[in-house]
Structures are given as C-alpha cells and as structure tokens.
C-alpha cells in the first residue's frame, strides 16, 4: 500500500500500518482482563485448605454422585434454587444438620468458599467490596 504525498513521492505505509496494528494489539490484550475480568464474591476469612479437607473427610462427592448418579456435580447447579453465596452457604449448613455432621459455622464457610471457587463462582454484589 502506497500514500500519496503532497510533494508527488509516495511511500511505503505497510510497515508503519503494521507496528500501529501490533501496538493496538498489545494494548488491547493489556486492558482485556481489566475491561472484561468479573470481580467474583468472595467468602473473608475462609480457609479454601480446611474447606478442602472437610470435603475429602466427610466424602461430599459420593454422597453428591449417590443422589445425582453421574459424578455428582450436578447437584451443584439445581434449577432455580442456589442463585445467591448465602444460598449455597445455607445449603452446605442443611447438609451439615441433615447429616449429623456437627460443622462449626467457620468451617461451613469454608466449605461454602471452595464451591464457590471450585462450582459456582457467583459475581460479588459490589464488585469494590468483597463480603463474608
């Protein structure tokens, strides 16, 4: 592609197109997990390492495979009904009292924070403020 110069030269304008192209092109992946990137809720003060560990020791993936056959991960996303973070924290407490389990309501949250990280990943409210 040649540009036509008032003087009557014309010049090569490829290379010129081409580093404004690769420029664009790196600002725009700068800015894309700025602009696009969701604030996602976050439960403070939860241990994702106990959360971890409560669901390994009390087996919540077979029971979820039990009730829901496949690999269970179905349970996670029931029509109309776990749509908030309290939500799906009350229904990791209704397992717990249900099953006899006995679970402190940090250790509750915490296992309401590794489904949220692992399953659910529900946008925060305000995205400037994460709440528990």
Do not use: W
């Amino acid at each position: 592609m040649t540009l036509a110069l008032c003087t009557g030269e014309s010049r090569d304008v490829r290379p010129r197109v081409r580093r404004l192209a690769a420029g664009l092109a790196a600002a725009a992946a700068l800015a894309l997990p700025t602009v696009g990137a969701q604030t996602l809720h976050r439960f403070a003060d939860a241990d994702l390492a106990l959360g971890e560990k409560l669901i390994a020791e009390h087996a919540c993936a077979a029971c979820h495979q039990r009730k829901m056959g496949g690999d269970g991960s179905a349970i996670y996303r029931p029509k109309g009904r776990i749509n908030t973070p309290g939500a799906m924290r009350g229904m990791v407490d209704y397992c717990s009292v249900e099953l006899k389990l006995q679970l402190f309501p940090e250790e509750v949250t915490a296992i309401a924070a590794v489904l949220q990280r692992d399953h659910y990943r529900f946008p925060a409210a305000n995205p400037g403020a994460a709440k528990p």
